[in-house]
């Protein structure tokens, strides 16, 4: 049976999750998860002082993560439909140095609130796979983002190298589900619907051709801990109704 991904599930899971979102990244990644951000925000590098888009932001971690590689210079826009998770980021921010250039937005990615060719970056860690219809999202951040601008997805994978390929797999499937009920108790199973909904994502060449599809080009895939997550790169072209490229 499909994982449910429906908005209201989704919504409610997260929302019981929120308060204890972020150390639950920290600790069942092993903080690999901080490394995975540092990396996208240099490989997918803002240029100049448009702004920045991050969907399904959650408590906003690669917002901040573009926050400190701006220096502040750049406007960031964090949204998320789920309003608790989105408290916790709001309660993140030093007013001193955030509130002005760090905006956080209750918004759907599949129905975002923004005009056309806004955005010179268009990112999102690891919520593309949550949204209900992955392609809908995909044209949504395409449709927001500036020409010749680049949309990043950072999204778990299958490592491929064995033995590790299986220790990994046992952990994901067997112990992770289990320290993330323990730690944050729910009643949606949140801890559960990772695994499993990792499992039915599309992912290397298939996440890469639903990029294409959704009007991108120069895509490409760059594994990170030994393909334990990877960052997916397109380029919206400069000229739109240019053809697509690989």
Same mark, same amino acid.
């Given at each position: 049976?499909?994982v ?36 996208t925000?240099?490989?997918? @590098?803002?240029? =100049? ?12 971690? /690669? !917002?901040?993560?573009? *926050? ?18 989105l ?8 007013p ?45 951040m ?8 680049t ?14 390929? @299986?220790?990994? =797999? ?12 323990? /730690? !944050?108790?729910?009643? *949606? ?58």
């Amino acid at each position: 049976m499909p994982v449910d991904k429906s908005n209201d599930r989704v919504r409610r899971m997260f929302g019981e999750i929120a308060p204890r979102y972020d150390l639950l990244n920290h600790v069942l990644s092993l903080n690999a998860d901080r490394y995975w951000r540092w990396r996208t925000v240099r490989l997918a @590098a803002p240029g =100049g002082t448009a702004p920045i888009l991050d969907v399904c932001t959650g408590t906003g971690d /690669l !917002a901040f993560a573009y *926050q400190r590689r701006t220096s502040g210079r750049t406007p960031i826009v964090a949204a998320d439909f789920c309003a608790e998770m989105l408290q916790v980021g709001r309660a993140k921010r030093d007013p001193a140095r955030d509130a002005e250039h760090l905006l956080f937005v209750e918004a759907d990615t599949q129905h975002l609130p923004f005009a056309d060719n806004q955005f010179q970056l268009v990112t999102v860690a690891f919520g593309l796979r949550n949204v209900a219809d992955t392609q809908r999202g995909l044209r949504e951040m395409v449709r927001v983002c500036r020409p010749a601008g680049t949309v990043a997805i950072l999204e778990f994978s299958t490592p491929q190298w064995q033995p590790f390929r @299986a220790i990994y =797999g046992w952990y994901f499937r067997n112990v992770l589900p289990r320290i993330g009920q323990w /730690l !944050a108790a729910n009643r *949606q199973n949140a801890y559960n619907y990772l695994p499993e909904s990792v499992r039915e994502f599309p992912e290397g060449e298939a996440l890469l051709e639903q990029l294409r599809l959704a009007g991108l080009e120069r895509t490409r895939r760059i594994p990170f801990t030994w393909g334990v997550a990877t960052l997916y790169l397109g380029t919206k072209p400069a000229v739109q109704g240019a053809e697509r490229k690989t």
